[in-house]
């Protein structure tokens, strides 16, 4: 009977953490906006990609976003969560990577055609572009020499 009890009391409180939302909590996320320049101009086809820095204070989930850049430069964030996709980036302090969207494939034994975007932009531990990512609708624009 005692074990029954157990049980029953651990079920019980079980079923009222999860429906009281317990365990992580939901991220919040800023709309991002911006215009990515290369060499000073407005660059198209370039993945911006942010990536919630592991070391900042306040991010509890890594929700990475991304976006390509149109004609004019402009890209919009998008992300997935829990297999749902929204608009944004979840608040907080990122690395921000960019690279070629559509790197054209190398065959073997050719060299490489020169990269638009230098390769350090286009790894999250070398980038030297970052940003804060606040609530609401905010526009960061990004300059890559």
């Not at 009391?9 to 919040?28: D, I, M, Q």
């Not at 790197?103 to 980038?127: D, F, I, L």
């Amino acid at each position: 009977m005692t074990r029954t009890l157990a049980s029953l009391s651990t079920a019980l409180a079980l079923v009222a953490c999860v429906s009281a939302g317990c365990g992580k909590p939901e991220p919040k996320f800023g709309q991002v906006t911006g215009v990515v320049k290369l060499r000073g101009k407005p660059t198209k086809d370039l993945l911006v990609r942010f990536l919630p820095d592991p070391g900042a204070e306040g991010i509890e989930i890594s929700v990475a976003s991304s976006g390509i850049t149109d004609d004019q430069g402009r890209y919009s964030l998008q992300y997935a969560y829990q297999g749902k996709p929204g608009e944004g980036a979840v608040i907080g302090r990122h690395r921000v990577c960019i690279e070629e969207a559509n790197r054209p494939h190398t065959p073997q034994g050719q060299a490489p055609p020169p990269r638009k975007v230098p390769e350090a932009y286009s790894n999250p531990g070398m980038t030297p572009l970052s940003a804060e990512v606040a609530p609401g609708e905010q526009e960061l624009n990004f300059e890559i020499q």
